[in-house]
């Protein structure tokens, strides 16, 4: 009788799935990078970026003065706007000014707005992720339309 192969698993794990699964749409829809989070685990996939961040990963940089002088609470609110006030999509997906088709706006240009409120919404794999604003202020300047796809790092309002 002639010996048994060991037989494959027909699958690969979950996770390695998924990571497939990710990248297949970023192949088949032209996206540069995408990211899901689910049940608390956050998995991003990105084209041409790997190299970028084992150098970030390897060699960290040292915390800007002005993020040191910070408390915690008030550094975690700036993730997403620079010095100037300019609050960036933390992601790729598209911008929504409104809660809902017909609805007025989250902001308008001259609105003021509180720390956390909600400015704006991406849509991202069918996730509506709410953007608050990172600090008070008065709206100066919006940068995208209702509707406008966005990318990662994108302006998005300008917060003064």
Do not use: C, W
């Amino acid at each position: 009788m002639p010996a048994k192969k060991p037989s494959k698993p027909s699958s690969q794990t979950p996770e390695l799935d998924l990571v497939n699964n990710l990248a297949k749409i970023l192949n088949t829809t032209g996206l540069s990078e995408i990211e899901l989070e689910q049940k608390g685990v956050r998995v991003r996939v990105s084209k041409g970026m790997a190299v970028a961040q084992h150098h970030m990963i390897a060699a960290p940089l040292a915390p800007a003065p002005l993020a040191a002088a910070l408390p915690a609470a008030a550094a975690a609110s700036t993730v997403g706007a620079d010095v100037q006030g300019t609050v960036k999509s933390p992601m790729v997906g598209t911008a929504y000014l409104t809660s809902a088709p017909g609805a007025a706006p989250f902001v308008a240009i001259g609105s003021e707005v509180k720390l956390g409120q909600t400015v704006l919404i991406i849509e991202a794999m069918k996730t509506m992720n709410q953007i608050p604003a990172p600090r008070a202020g008065k709206v100066t300047s919006i940068f995208v339309e209702n509707g406008q796809p966005v990318e990662f790092g994108e302006p998005l309002l300008a917060i003064e």
